[in-house]
């Protein structure tokens, strides 16, 4: 069935309408948008992550979407034209999207949204980033004059949550976070003015999704700027860092480059120009993070032990079956992700080689992800007192950085990381990329297995976005179901099957954002999907253009576990992990 409507771009124009011609069910923003009328929204997201709920997309509570209705039987009503969706009774209906009225109640409505922001520009954690709200509020009349400011009592922000640093008076009650949300963890408490936002830190993995879509900064990571500028200007340190695979995709966005530019030697020239002492490219780390969880693939597939294996180098993921599915958690591979084998191997074998005591060593790094700060915390991730990863900083805090710096990253010129701990192959690039890990294993395990090097190193069939994606992997004379999940929302059917003993897969890969990490809590702002894809096929051009595309070739990981001896190589790549036991509440 369709409907068809006729849309009125603007009452006071006369030449300004268009017929439209839709399946029934269709929203009045769908018949719009194909219709090519402007309808504004606020509240609305684009689109929702792949294999998760259908439109709409939003909450109905900004307002700005409002537009009038008149029925074939002359009926006028003001609707939302984001939630409101046509069926045969709207057949033949007029819709005016603009109008003199319309603007005005646009108006009001982008008023009570202002009212409910602090609007402090000057000290927003948003900085240069593009603030949407006020790209929005500009289009508008707004009449403030006429309210008591501020409208709200100021808030101190909450600083409860390990992670995100949560300006309650900054909120404008969007509930574009509430959708985000893979684990219903945010809430809204109160009504009316009173409403307020509250994230249930017993439920929050840290994943950092709802600081993406926030439009007003009301939810932001907590910033580790201050801490590293103090090491940095420290005499007595030595400050490292080192830069996660998706980061060099994405950071040339807030310097007007398309997503998925890699910017790699820019950054370590930049780096150095920031005052770090050493460069380290966390590619080296994910290759060894690969031949470690290759190794152990292997070993379980030998010995038939908590197969499936899983993957763990998201750490919002390893909180997430920490706290949901702790039954499970023997099948998480024991390798720690490669930002800590990075912090743990540069304290205790790199500063040794390079004669520096480690206790010296400040390890920043840069990471596309909330959750790796909550990582960087975690307390297995020391020896004692002496952290793996002392800061962590999102790609939207360096580029603060950055900018405060004067540095136009483009303009840079290009250098390469410091030596002993950087050499990574294009299966360590791809690890920023949704499959990149399990893809990246493949390579490895089939040589270890047949003893021969895959002879096609791109395993297209575990590719692409579909929200759970599943392959068949011819291994020698045997083959193995693997898997490849992102998205928090698409994990549970996949768990559910290997809690009842009815999964079929030996290997699977998850990662708790849309995307993988190119699509992490700490990129630039934005849910789209399309950019997300244009950094992926960043990484994977790189990888294809690598001279090494296999992470058991990488020389400096060779070496490295060579020198460490199993148990020391052990006791700093590996970790258990465990239920959850909520500090707030105690209970699991
Ligand atoms: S960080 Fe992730 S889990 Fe926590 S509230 Fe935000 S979206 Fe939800
Ligand atoms: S925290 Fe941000 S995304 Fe969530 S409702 Fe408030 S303004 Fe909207
Ligand atoms: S997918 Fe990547 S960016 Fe997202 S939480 Fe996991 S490790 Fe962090």
Same mark, same amino acid.
């Given at each position: 069935?369709?409907?068809?409507?006729s849309l009125?771009?603007?009452?006071?124009?006369r030449?300004?309408?268009?017929?439209v011609t839709?399946?029934?069910?269709?929203? &009045?923003?769908?018949?719009?948008?194909? %219709?090519?009328?402007?309808c504004?929204?606020?509240?609305?997201?684009?689109?929702m992550p792949? %294999?998760?709920?259908?439109p709409?997309?939003?909450?109905?509570?900004?307002?700005?979407?409002?537009v009038?209705l008149?029925?074939?039987?002359?009926?006028?009503?003001s609707?939302?034209?984001?939630?409101y969706?046509?069926?045969?009774?709207?057949?033949?209906?007029?819709?005016?999207?603009?109008?003199?009225?319309?603007d005005s109640?646009?108006?009001?409505?982008?008023?009570?949204?202002a009212?409910?922001?602090r609007a402090?520009? &000057?000290?927003?954690?948003l900085?240069?980033e593009p603030?949407?709200?006020r790209?929005? $509020?500009a289009g508008?009349?707004?009449? $403030?004059?006429?309210?008591?400011?501020?409208?709200?009592?100021?808030?101190?922000?909450?600083?409860?949550?390990p992670?995100?640093?949560?300006?309650r008076?900054n909120c404008?009650?969007?509930?574009?976070?509430e959708?985000i949300?893979?684990?219903?963890a945010?809430?809204?408490?109160?009504?009316?003015r009173d409403?307020?936002?509250?994230?249930d830190?017993?439920?929050?993995?840290s994943?950092?999704?709802?600081?993406q879509?926030?439009?007003?900064?009301?939810?932001?990571?907590?910033p580790?700027i201050?801490q590293v500028?103090?090491?940095?200007?420290?005499?007595?340190?030595?400050?490292?860092?080192?830069?996660?695979p998706?980061?060099?995709?994405a950071?040339?966005?807030?310097? %007007?480059?398309?997503?998925?530019t890699n910017?790699?030697?820019?950054?370590?020239?930049?780096?150095?120009?920031?005052?770090?002492?050493?460069?380290?490219d966390?590619d080296?780390?994910?290759?060894?993070? &690969?031949?470690?969880?290759?190794?152990?693939l292997?070993?379980r597939?030998?010995?038939?032990?908590?197969l499936p294996?899983?993957?763990?180098c998201c750490p919002?993921w390893?909180r997430?079956?920490?706290?949901f599915?702790p039954?499970?958690?023997p099948?998480?591979?024991?390798?720690?992700?490669?930002?800590?084998m990075?912090?743990?191997?540069t304290?205790?074998?790199?500063a040794?080689q390079?004669?520096?005591?480690?206790?010296?060593?400040v390890?920043?790094?840069?990471?596309p992800?909330?959750?790796?700060?909550?990582e960087a915390?975690?307390?297995?991730?020391?020896?004692?007192?002496?952290r793996?990863?002392?800061h962590?900083?999102?790609?939207?805090?360096?580029?603060?950085m950055?900018?405060?710096s004067?540095?136009?990253?483009?303009?840079?010129?290009?250098?390469?990381?410091?030596?002993?701990?950087s050499?990574?192959?294009?299966?360590g690039t791809?690890?920023?990329?949704t499959?990149?890990?399990?893809?990246a294993a493949?390579r490895?395990?089939h040589t270890l297995?047949?003893?021969?090097?895959?002879a096609?190193?791109?395993?297209h069939?575990?590719?692409?976005?579909?929200?759970?994606?599943?392959?068949?992997?011819g291994?020698?004379g045997?083959?193995?179901?693997?898997a490849?999940v992102h998205g928090?929302?698409?994990?549970?059917?996949?768990?559910?099957?290997?809690?009842? %003993?009815?999964?079929?897969y030996?290997?699977?890969?998850?990662?708790?954002?849309?995307?993988?990490?190119?699509g992490g809590?700490?990129?630039?702002?934005g849910?789209d999907?399309?950019?997300?894809?244009?950094?992926?096929?960043g990484?994977?051009?790189?990888?294809?253009?690598s001279?090494?595309?296999?992470s058991?070739?990488?020389?400096?990981v060779a070496?490295?576990?060579?020198?460490?001896?199993?148990?020391?190589?052990?006791?700093?790549?590996?970790?258990?992990?465990?239920?959850t036991?909520?500090?707030?509440?105690?209970?699991l």
């Open positions: 069935m369709t409907v068809t409507v009125v771009r603007d009452d006071r124009v030449t300004g309408r268009v017929t839709v399946p029934e069910n269709s929203t &009045i923003k769908q018949a719009a948008d194909l %219709g090519g009328v402007d504004p929204t606020f509240c609305a997201l684009p689109e792949p %294999g998760s709920a259908e709409p997309y939003t909450s109905g509570s900004c307002g700005l979407c409002t009038d008149q029925l074939a039987c002359g009926r006028t009503s609707v939302c034209a984001c939630r969706r046509l069926t045969s009774a709207e057949d033949g209906a007029v819709i005016t999207v603009h109008s003199a009225r319309l109640t646009r108006d009001a409505n982008a008023t009570l949204l009212l409910r922001h402090s520009c &000057i000290t927003c954690p900085g240069s603030c949407e709200l790209t929005m $509020l508008h009349d707004l009449g $403030l004059e006429r309210y008591p400011h501020p409208y709200l009592a100021p808030e101190p922000p909450d600083v409860s949550n992670v995100l640093d949560v300006q008076d404008v009650l969007c509930r574009r976070c959708r949300c893979p684990v219903g945010i809430q809204f408490v109160g009504r009316g409403t307020s936002l509250l994230i830190p017993d439920r929050c993995v994943c950092g999704q709802c600081t879509v926030c439009p007003a900064a009301a939810i932001v990571e907590r580790a201050r500028r103090e090491a940095l200007a420290d005499p007595d340190t030595v400050v490292t860092v080192q830069v996660a998706a980061v060099r995709v950071v040339g966005e807030a310097f %007007g480059l398309a997503p998925g910017l790699i030697g820019h950054l370590c020239g930049a780096l150095r120009r920031l005052g770090f002492d050493a460069v380290f966390t080296f780390a994910a290759d060894l993070t &690969i031949v470690e969880e290759a190794a152990e292997v070993d597939l030998g010995t038939g032990h908590a294996m899983i993957t763990s919002a390893i997430y079956v920490e706290t599915w039954d499970l958690l099948h998480l591979s024991t390798c720690k992700s490669p930002q800590q990075l912090g743990a191997v304290k205790n074998w790199w040794q390079v004669g520096i005591d480690p206790d010296r060593v390890n920043v790094a840069v990471m992800c909330t959750a790796k700060k909550l915390r975690r307390e297995e991730m020391a020896d004692g007192p002496r793996h990863v002392d962590v900083l999102t790609t939207r805090e360096l580029i603060r950055l900018k405060a004067g540095l136009h990253l483009p303009d840079v010129p290009e250098e390469t990381p410091t030596p002993m701990l050499e990574g192959s294009g299966a791809i690890f920023g990329a499959g990149g890990v399990l893809e493949v490895t395990v297995v047949t003893g021969t090097e895959l096609d190193p791109d395993v069939a575990v590719r692409g976005t579909a929200g759970v994606r599943a392959a068949t992997i291994l020698g045997r083959t193995v179901e693997v490849v928090l929302h698409n994990v549970p059917p996949v768990l559910q099957q290997i809690r009842e %003993g009815s999964s079929p030996a290997f699977i890969e998850v990662m708790a954002c849309p995307g993988g990490c190119v809590g700490g990129q630039p702002h849910f999907m399309a950019v997300r894809r244009q950094r992926a096929e990484l994977f051009s790189t990888d294809a253009a001279p090494s595309r296999r058991h070739e990488n020389k400096e070496t490295l576990r060579a020198a460490l001896g199993d148990d020391e190589r052990h006791r700093l790549l590996h970790t258990r992990y465990r239920a036991v909520t500090p707030h509440t105690g209970r």
